[in-house]
């Protein structure tokens, strides 16, 4: 294959013209591979940086979509049922706790009010599924869509994740982001308040007098809840003229042995943990390191779900509102549906409340 080296137009263009051609004519299918970097140099005698500009474009449009390690792949991109269906379509990235349970019967109790059909799906914590899912609701004629989206790839660069979302905003189908959001897209959210939550919580452990105050969390900071809780632990340490140490931060993956280890060599008065389930594993690693909770670390957890009442210390915590959250996200969702359009994409934060329990209490030990 050749290009006009006369023409104008440039060269990364015209291989993402052509690629666009082949797609549509249906030499690659939904979800098949393109052919790989190397191969398309060769076959349109052009540079990997002219085809990776060609292929960048065309992940922007939502056409393809990488997976690092594997290649480039076809979206599918299904056209939208011709008929209205009055169903909307709730994506939650997993079940695994009360907290989706609550978000999803928010949502539900504003749809029935509505009239309206709505339709759950997991997308069980993998992309894969997340795009299989809005792809066959699209078939099925759903109208809006209500995602929880599971976490984006670590590598800033791959936008794979995007694409779905992109096909649906070509086909004017609207989305309303719950409890998290993906970066590099301007769609409507509503999430709780979590950088605010992390300030009131380490805002309390700082008027108790502690100040080495660390941060236990899970690995995926590219999560916007995540990244939004973090932020406003620097920020509470900030507000409080506390300067904070990269090695005050741990992460827990399921390794009680690291998690212990985190509290012999950094010795914290005091943790916020970014969920209750972190918070309820650095309390039983304290525990086995002969740490008294609250006189020997004090701990605060984020959600206030069952687990903050049930363990043996029960955890100070920062409360969302899942229900409320659910409803608002529906209340957003049908309003851009009477209207037929958004008036511009909108970010809701609902508040959070600090609930204080016997895991926090003045500073004692000496770090």
Known sequence: MSLDRSSAVPFYAQVRDALQRQIENGVYGPGQPIPTELELCEQYGVSRHTVRQALAKLV???????????????????????????????????????????????????????????????????????????????????????????????????????APFRALHELGIPVVFVDRYYDGLDFDAVVSDNMGGMMQAVAHLTELGHKKIGFVSTDNFQTSSVSDRYKGYLAG??????????????????????????LREVKPTAVVAVNDYIAAEVLRAAREEGLEVPRDLAIVGFDDSD?????????????????????????????????????????????????????????????
């Not at 003229?241 to 985190?262: F, K, M, N, Q, T």
């Not at 529906?330 to 008036?343: S, W």
């Open 237 to 262: 340490l900030e507000e409080a003229g506390i300067r904070p140490s990269p090695l005050w931060v741990g992460l827990c993956r399921g390794d009680r042995e690291a998690l212990r280890a985190y």
């Open 60 to 162: 922007q449009e939502g056409v393809v979509y990488r997976v690092p390690g594997k290649g480039t792949f076809v979206a599918r991109q299904r056209p939208r049922a011709n008929i209205a269906t009055d169903t909307i379509t709730i994506i939650l990235a997993g079940v695994k706790d009360y907290f989706a349970l609550r978000l999803l019967e928010g949502v539900e109790a504003v749809a029935t009010a509505e009239g309206r059909t709505l339709t759950f799906a997991n997308s069980k914590f993998t992309l894969e599924e997340q795009s299989r899912l809005i792809d066959e609701a699209v078939s099925a004629g759903s109208e809006g869509f209500i995602i929880m989206p599971v976490d984006p790839p670590q590598l800033p660069e791959d936008e794979s994740h995007l």
């Open 307 to 367: 687990v903050a009442r049930l363990v043996e210390v029960p955890l100070t915590t920062v409360k969302q509102f899942a229900d409320e959250m659910g409803k608002a996200a529906a209340r957003r969702l049908l309003q851009i549906l009477r209207r037929g359009k958004a008036d511009g994409p909108r970010r809701v934060l609902m508040p959070t409340e600090l609930v204080v329990r016997a895991s926090t209490g003045p500073r004692v030990r000496t770090p």
